[in-house]
């Protein structure tokens, strides 16, 4: 006998509840890591399970798949994104930039600075870094949610550290004395 389509949905629904309740939090702190902007964040991880509601079916059956899974769709539509900004960026002519900003002072500042720095990552990078760094995941838990080898997270890591390096290291505030 076959479940009723009804019965399906209901499934579905309750399951897609279940993981809302579960990866909410952590899939909006990974957006907010990733996005930089609490607006931004809300509206990629709204975004996150749309997707999954609209392919629930596809779905993997374990949570701990499907988290991984929300993670990879999060990341993918963060990269989608920051393409499109790119994109528009480079079609729209910017103003000359006015620094005002102070040298380095005080807690705000430096978090603002590292925000800033991962924010000019590109987007996989960023993601590999975030996941590393602030969700404090191993390179083989990275590349399983990515989809990557940990040969290329391991890259990633390596170049996203050179990068942080260049863009926080002591030479940039010798600048501001």
Request: with cysteine.
């Amino acid at each position: 006998m076959n479940p009723q389509p009804e019965q399906v949905a209901g499934a579905e629904a309750t399951r897609l509840e279940a993981l809302f309740e579960a990866q909410h939090s952590r899939l909006y702190r990974l957006a907010r890591r990733l996005a930089g902007e609490a607006d931004e964040a809300r509206d990629l991880t709204q975004e996150t399970f749309l997707r999954a509601a609209r392919h629930a079916a596809a779905l993997p059956v374990t949570d701990e798949a499907a988290g991984a899974w929300l993670v990879r769709v999060l990341v993918n539509l963060c990269r989608d994104r920051a393409r499109r900004r790119r994109t528009q960026e480079r079609l729209t002519p910017r103003p000359a930039a006015v620094s005002s900003s102070p040298g380095p002072e005080g807690i705000g500042l430096l978090r603002h600075q590292v925000r800033t720095a991962l924010a000019a990552l590109p987007p996989r990078r960023r993601a590999v870094a975030v996941l590393h760094y602030y969700e404090d995941r191993d390179v083989a838990e990275i590349a399983a949610l990515l989809g990557l080898t940990r040969v290329t997270v391991r890259w990633h890591l390596a170049a996203a550290r050179r990068d942080l390096a260049r863009d926080l290291g002591p030479s940039r505030g010798a600048d501001h004395e």
